[in-house]
């Protein structure tokens, strides 16, 4: 209190305002922060029940988080979601909405032979379930499996089987969807991949088994398709990445139409060669008084067996289409910029297509056909912005802390100003004027009177209510406006 005794009603003034400025300022920047912060995605497609407990235990941690896509997703702030996860995973959270083996770790006593069949059921499912989910293209799943009893005749015995329910991220391609029937089959015992039946979100069937002669068909007709697809793509892949070396990126369109046959022939071919005949056996026979004599002569004529088996998944013809783009130059007419178009010229376009025929492996004899086109792919847009400068990478990085730290510095190089200021300035600004010598014409009455208020004045200072001191400190202003206006002219420099 003596420190503030001695202050004078200005400098009183400005060490409240310094102190309602720091503690603004420190309010302000955690704001600022917050704001600027990122939030990333913690963890998405929860359960309501999920997403609590992770809210819940997030709390604990006094780890900042959102939730979005109703109560689905939960964000929390970038730096912090490794933590997180690290965090939460400790404490077994998120179980993925399943259960698994775990459903065994605790034992309970007078459980019935029933209840025990159901928790294996269910762990079992639950288990199948996080496995399916780590693949990529799987964002749920649900597994439902059907064990029939044990039966006494094998007659009577029902066979398992198993349906699956999947939400998928992208489709899935037929080697997948196998992948996923004949793992459930070879998790469950006596299940076979022709009893998985795979739907997925929509109530499409994916796998439907493959007892049936139609499911056959189907599924070869779908192999057929995607061989086709995967032949046409890698084909049109290698011409259009060889022409990009040549013609830039985004200048070239190949499209590949490949007609594959997928009908396996084998032919048995049998040639007989006349005139390689080969003496077999002979038998010669003489009579007995007449003397006759006879021969009998047999031939074995050459004989070449030949199997032919023709392939399926043979290119019977490939068709191939390419358009290329042509050149622009940067041309200005009647003080406008434009770009002038210019086709490739048949020279250039030969070559091309002499490429294209080598990569796609053309063969003149099965018919195969090259087309290799110029045409406009549109201008490039004119662009009448001055370039920025580029960004420094590590400024993302360090944005964060960057406000925080100028902020504390601005703070404190204005208290040091503001301490200083208030250290130059005179004890007496804010005391009454009395306290100063008489002006001429005053008497002596006056003097005193005043020397009694301002002894008065200064041993109630420090009971002043504001009120009092905003009264001191107007009648001071009026009195010396000159000081005021030095203050001001300080605090303005």
């Known amino acids: 209190?003596?420190?503030?005794?001695?202050?004078?009603?200005?400098?009183?003034?400005?060490?409240?305002?310094?102190?309602?400025?720091?503690?603004?300022?420190?309010?302000?920047?955690?704001?600022?922060?917050?704001?600027?912060?990122?939030?990333?995605?913690?963890?998405?497609?929860?359960?309501?029940?999920?997403?609590?407990?992770?809210?819940?235990?997030?709390?604990?941690?006094?780890?900042?988080?959102?939730?979005?896509?109703?109560?689905?997703?939960?964000?929390?702030?970038?730096?912090?979601?490794?933590?997180?996860?690290?965090?939460?995973?400790?404490?077994?959270?998120?179980?993925?909405?399943?259960?698994?083996?775990?459903?065994?770790?605790?034992?309970?006593?007078?459980?019935?032979?029933?209840?025990?069949?159901?928790?294996?059921?269910?762990?079992?499912?639950?288990?199948?379930?996080?496995?399916?989910?780590?693949?990529?293209?799987?964002?749920?799943?649900?597994?439902?499996?059907?064990?029939?009893?044990?039966?006494?005749?094998?007659?009577?015995?029902?066979?398992?089987?198993?349906?699956?329910?999947?939400?998928?991220?992208?489709?899935?391609?037929?080697?997948?969807?196998?992948?996923?029937?004949?793992?459930?089959?070879?998790?469950?015992?006596?299940?076979?991949?022709?009893?998985?039946?795979?739907?997925?979100?929509?109530?499409?069937?994916?796998?439907?088994?493959?007892?049936?002669?139609?499911?056959?068909?189907?599924?070869?007709?779908?192999?057929?398709?995607?061989?086709?697809?995967?032949?046409?793509?890698?084909?049109?892949?290698?011409?259009?990445?060889?022409?990009?070396?040549?013609?830039?990126?985004?200048?070239?369109?190949?499209?590949?139409?490949?007609?594959?046959?997928?009908?396996?022939?084998?032919?048995?071919?049998?040639?007989?060669?006349?005139?390689?005949?080969?003496?077999?056996?002979?038998?010669?026979?003489?009579?007995g008084q007449s003397g006759e004599k006879s021969s009998v002569t047999n031939y074995e004529i050459t004989k070449s067996v030949q199997q032919v088996i023709n392939r399926a998944g043979t290119i019977n013809r490939l068709s191939v289409s390419a358009l290329i783009n042509g050149t622009y130059d940067l041309v200005e007419e009647n003080g406008k910029k434009s770009y002038k178009y210019t086709p490739r010229s048949e020279t250039d376009l030969m070559k091309f297509q002499s490429l294209v025929k080598n990569a796609v492996g053309y063969t003149l004899t099965r018919g195969d056909s090259i087309e290799v086109t110029s045409v406009p792919f549109g201008a490039p847009v004119i662009d009448t912005q001055k370039p920025e400068k580029e960004g420094i990478p590590i400024l993302v990085i360090i944005q964060p802390l960057i406000t925080p730290i100028v902020t504390g510095i601005v703070i404190i190089v204005v208290l040091m100003f503001l301490i200083r200021l208030l250290g130059s300035m005179p004890a007496t600004a804010g005391r009454p004027i009395s306290n100063r010598p008489a002006a001429a014409g005053q008497t002596a009455t006056n003097t005193q009177t005043s020397a009694g208020r301002s002894t008065e004045s200064t041993q109630g200072e420090e009971k002043t209510d504001f009120n009092k001191l905003k009264e001191d400190f107007s009648k001071t202003v009026a009195e010396n406006p000159n000081m005021l206006a030095g203050v001001i002219k300080r605090l303005l420099k």
Do not use: C
Not at 23 to 40: D, H, L, Q
Not at 69 to 92: C, F, H, M
Not at 143 to 159: A, C, G, M, W, Y
């Open 1 to 287: 209190m003596k420190f503030w005794s001695k202050l004078g009603i200005l400098q009183k003034i400005l060490f409240i305002g310094i102190i309602i400025t720091a503690v603004a300022s420190f309010m302000v920047v955690p704001t600022m922060k917050s704001k600027n912060e990122k939030f990333v995605t913690l963890y998405s497609e929860l359960s309501l029940k999920e997403a609590g407990e992770i809210t819940k235990n997030l709390k604990e941690l006094s780890i900042p988080y959102k939730i979005t896509d109703g109560g689905t997703k939960i964000l929390v702030p970038e730096l912090q979601v490794y933590e997180s996860r690290l965090n939460l995973a400790s404490k077994g959270i998120p179980k993925g909405g399943t259960v698994g083996y775990e459903i065994f770790d605790k034992n309970n006593l007078g459980t019935t032979a029933f209840v025990e069949e159901i928790n294996y059921k269910r762990a079992l499912e639950g288990e199948l379930v996080r496995t399916i989910q780590s693949i990529e293209e799987v964002s749920s799943v649900r597994v439902h499996l059907v064990t029939p009893k044990e039966r006494l005749f094998k007659e009577d015995q029902k066979s398992p089987s198993a349906s699956v329910v999947l939400r998928l991220k992208s489709p899935l391609s037929e080697s997948q969807i196998k992948g996923i029937a004949h793992l459930i089959a070879s998790s469950v015992e006596g299940l076979e991949a022709q009893n998985v039946t795979i739907l997925d979100y929509s109530g499409e069937l994916l796998h439907g088994g493959v007892g049936s002669e139609a499911d056959n068909i189907a599924i070869l007709s779908s192999n057929q398709l995607e061989t086709k697809r995967d032949v046409e793509r890698y084909l049109a892949q290698k011409a259009q990445s060889l022409l990009e070396k040549a013609v830039g990126y985004s200048n070239v369109i190949v499209k590949v139409n490949a007609d594959i046959n997928f009908t396996n022939i084998v032919e048995t071919n049998e040639k007989y060669d006349p005139e390689g005949q080969v003496v077999r056996s002979e038998e010669k026979r003489s009579g």
